[in-house]
């Protein structure tokens, strides 16, 4: 149902910006659903990094605020994160997810993101 993209390695302070395409999800299941990226660091759990409830209102966790922002296009049907100014420790496999009103959680299928200092 989701395709991740964008990742990649960088440098330390380097950006990049990531994409998910709920490409097999029905317009009017996905618009109203909240979006979310999850990190998954070598040996560690997946944690929530950022989302846009479906109120609408964006959370990011702590170590990302002011340097990463969650946005979405829902005519495109896309979810974004950019990510600047970015830290050895954000390195990780990053995951889209949608929670559905319906309370379905679907997750992409993850994209790398390495940043080397």
């Known amino acids: 149902q989701l395709q991740a993209s964008g990742g990649g390695s960088v440098q330390a302070g380097g950006s990049l910006r990531l994409s998910c395409r709920a490409n097999?999800?029905?317009?009017?299941?996905?618009?109203?659903?909240?979006v979310a990226w999850y990190r998954q660091a070598p040996g560690q759990q997946r944690d929530l990094v950022a989302e846009?409830?479906?109120?609408?209102?964006?959370n990011y966790a702590d170590s990302v605020k002011g340097r990463f922002t969650i946005s979405r296009d829902n005519s495109r049907k896309m979810v974004y994160l950019q990510m600047n100014s970015l830290e050895p420790g954000d390195t990780g496999i990053y995951y889209c997810?949608?929670?559905?009103?319906?309370?379905?959680?679907?997750w992409g299928q993850g994209t790398l993101v390495t940043v080397s200092s």
């Open positions: 846009i409830a479906t109120g609408g209102n964006k």
């Open positions: 097999r999800m029905i317009t009017s299941t996905f618009n109203p659903s909240a």
């Open positions: 997810q949608v929670r559905t009103r319906a309370n379905i959680v679907y």
